[in-house]
Every structure is written in structure tokens, then in C-alpha cells.
Antibody, heavy 118, light 106 residues
Framework: EVQLVESGGGLVKPGGSLRLSCAASGFTFSSYSMNWVRQAPGKGLEWVSSISSSSSYIYYADSVKGRFTISRDNAKNSLYLQMNSLRAEDTAVYYC???????????WGQGTTVTVSS | SYELTQPPSVSVSPGQTARITCSGDALPKQYAYWYQQKPGQAPVLVIYKDSERPSGIPERFSGSSSGTTVTLTISGVQAEDEADYYCQSADSSFVVFGGGTKLTVL
């Protein structure tokens, strides 16, 4: 079964750090680009970051640039998001999602919740 | 970066046709994708490359494109189609989602 499972969410104080992980199974992880997408409470979807299959291309939304770092370990079938200098507005459910060229984000994890609050 | 604009809400009765639009200046040059999200669940891809339907998605879901507007059409709407729908597009270095449309089945 094709599956993505996020972990690492939790409660963190403003200015703090958190590292999210996304474990992939059931497909050849190293063949796909991956994305992080977040959703603040009661709000819409917001793209956070993308990484190509070999990590050659990495992109960030302006709202997280300089604070978040996306990475992947193809040997471990895992995607990561290092989040530093967290702000209250980073509070959201964070999803990892698989993407293939022109095929959209066709597989999503169940999400992990990040709450930034003092 | 650029924006994608969707109507906040659309309402239809069961069996009718629902049309959800998404407008953006880059849409003539970039593919659009549509996602369905039900409360408490992760999004599900329902249309890719403007009009292609992934396997497992009912035939009543279709997509079309005309100029700067793409449209998700749900024919013969069922109660289970009540959800939030998001369009999405991308350029070489940026991904953007529309603000989402809440489909209510009356």
C-alpha cells in the first residue's frame, strides 16, 4: 500500500524549533518529488516547500524562507522539515505529499499538528 | 508568485451539476489540479493536468480550461461530494493553491 506517515508535531514556544518527518512506503520514494503543505486552523491549504527526487531542486514559500529547511534521505525513504524561529502563524497541520511531473500531489499523509504558543 | 481565485462557496441540490471556477493569470501556461478535502481528512487529488481524472475518482468529476479560468465540474452531485475543493498550479519554483471553495449539497 502506498503510504506517507508524518510525525514530529507538537507544542513549541515562539522562537523554538521542531523537526517533522515523513516516512514513505509502498512506492519508489527516490523517484518522486515531495512537498510539505500546511493548513492553519479553519483556513485553506498553503504550500510550504518542495524538494526534487535527488534533492537537486529545493523551493520554499516566502513565508518560511530562511527559517525552514526541507531535506530527504532516499536510503531511509524519509522526508524532513526542519522548522526554526517558529511563530504563532506557523500553527497548522503539516502534510507531506508526493508529486510526479504534471500529475499533481497524488498521495498525502494524514498530517501532523504543530502548535506554536507560549 | 501569483494568485488563484476561487469562489468561497457553491451550493447545489443532489443530482444537479456543480461548477467551481479558479482564475489566475498563469493558468493559460500552467496546468491546474483539483483537490477534495472533507473535514478532518487529508486532501485527495480529483483532477490533474486540467482535465485528467486519477484512477478511482468517479466519472462525475471533470475538469476544463479556458483562458485564465479552469473549472471543476461535478455532474449528478451526491451528498458525499460535500467538501472543500482547492485548485492548485505551479511554475518552475513555486506552488500555489486557491483559497478553496466549500461545496454544500442542499
Amino acid at each position: 500500500e502506498v503510504q506517507l506517515v508524518e510525525s514530529g508535531g507538537g507544542l513549541v514556544k515562539p522562537g523554538g524549533s521542531l523537526r517533522l518527518s515523513c516516512a514513505a512506503s509502498g512506492f519508489t520514494f527516490s523517484s518522486y518529488s515531495m512537498n510539505w503543505v500546511r493548513q492553519a486552523p479553519g483556513k485553506g491549504l498553503e504550500w510550504v516547500s518542495s524538494i526534487s527526487s535527488s534533492s537537486s531542486y529545493i523551493y520554499y514559500a516566502d513565508s518560511v524562507k530562511g527559517r525552514f529547511t526541507i531535506s530527504r534521505d532516499n536510503a531511509k525513504n524519509s522526508l524532513y522539515l526542519q522548522m526554526n524561529s517558529l511563530r504563532a502563524e506557523d500553527t497548522a497541520v503539516y502534510y507531506c505529499a508526493r508529486a510526479a511531473d504534471h500529475s499533481g500531489m497524488d498521495v498525502w499523509g494524514q498530517g501532523t499538528t504543530v502548535t506554536v504558543s507560549s | 508568485s501569483y494568485e488563484l481565485t476561487q469562489p468561497p462557496s457553491v451550493s447545489v441540490s443532489p443530482g444537479q451539476t456543480a461548477r467551481i471556477t479558479c482564475s489566475g493569470d498563469a493558468l493559460p501556461k500552467q496546468y491546474a489540479y483539483w483537490y477534495q478535502q472533507k473535514p478532518g481528512q487529508a486532501p485527495v487529488l480529483v483532477i490533474y493536468k486540467d482535465s485528467e481524472r486519477p484512477s478511482g475518482i468517479p466519472e462525475r468529476f471533470s475538469g476544463s480550461s479556458s483562458g485564465t479560468t479552469v473549472t471543476l465540474t461535478i455532474s449528478g452531485v451526491q451528498a458525499e461530494d460535500e467538501a472543500d475543493y482547492y485548485c492548485q498550479s505551479a511554475d518552475s519554483s513555486f506552488v500555489v493553491f486557491g483559497g478553496g471553495t466549500k461545496l454544500t449539497v442542499l
